[in-house]
T-cell receptor, first 114, second 115 residues
Framework: KAGVTQTPRYLIKTRGQQVTLSCSPI?????VSWYQQTPGQGLQFLFE???????NKGNFPGRFSGRQFSNSRSEMNVSTLELGDSALYLC?????????????FGPGTRLTVT | AQKVTQAQTEISVVEKEDVTLDCVYE???????LFWYKQPPSGELVFLIR??????QNEISGRYSWNFQKSTSSFNFTITASQVVDSAVYFC????????????FGKGTMLLVSP
């Protein structure tokens, strides 16, 4: 079974620009979550989608948004990029949205904002 | 609010040594799950184990073992006879019943195993 895939793997953007990251979950998984990983803050939850609905949202500004499509694929968008948005963005998929399900992570997208 | 603390930032051992990674958690929920993930240099988080709050049995899987103690809110991870391939950052994480599958992670412990 193929794992979680994320595209692109690396991205360099300039302050003020916007960026869209993509995530394809494991086949059969309907829940997709996004996390931001930085050296200072560690791993922080961004949002979770299940059946095209946002179920939970972390403490991030409105510049961070996401969506999920009917095939469970998900995208996250960051508008008006800031230097502090430089991070590894990890997508995770799980079978369901219950807290008992383990999440499987993709390789991440490394975003650098200059 | 939920919180996971991994007090050890970095641990260095020589191959074949045993090593224990500590994890202490805080939650007000009575129903929760605890997880360990491994992050090798490639960056992808690899799921290692899941334990629910009602199951305090220790678990052993090959060279890995986990000790869950609700009385001390700890979920420690031991690697026996460490190998160079064990070098990675290890994260402990918590999910609560009311938080869907959202994970709250500790800061991670970097394990360096030298030959």
């Amino acid at each position: 079974k193929a794992g979680v895939t994320q595209t692109p793997r690396y991205l360099i953007k300039t302050r003020g620009q916007q960026v869209t990251l993509s995530c394809s979950p494991i086949s059969g998984h309907r829940s997709v979550s996004w996390y931001q990983q930085t050296p200072g803050q560690g791993l922080q939850f961004l949002f979770e989608y299940f059946s095209e609905t946002q179920r939970n949202k972390g403490n991030f500004p409105g510049r961070f948004s996401g969506r999920q499509f009917s095939n469970s694929r998900s995208e996250m968008n960051v508008s008006t990029l800031e230097l502090g948005d430089s991070a590894l963005y990890l997508c995770a998929s799980s079978f369901g949205t219950e807290h008992s399900y383990e999440q499987y992570f993709g390789p991440g997208t490394r975003l650098t904002v200059t | 609010a939920q919180k996971v603390t991994q007090a050890q930032t970095e641990i260095s051992v020589v191959e074949k040594e045993d090593v224990t990674l500590d994890c202490v958690y805080e939650t007000r929920d009575t129903t929760y799950y605890l997880f360990w993930y491994k992050q090798p240099p490639s960056g992808e988080l690899v799921f290692l184990i899941r334990r629910n709050s009602f199951d305090e049995q220790n678990e052993i899987s090959g060279r890995y073992s986990w000790n869950f103690q609700k009385s001390t809110s700890s979920f420690n991870f031991t690697i026996t006879a460490s190998q160079v391939v064990d070098s990675a950052v290890y994260f402990c994480a918590l999910s609560e019943a009311r938080g869907y599958s959202t994970l709250t992670f500790g800061k991670g412990t970097m394990l360096l195993v030298s030959p």
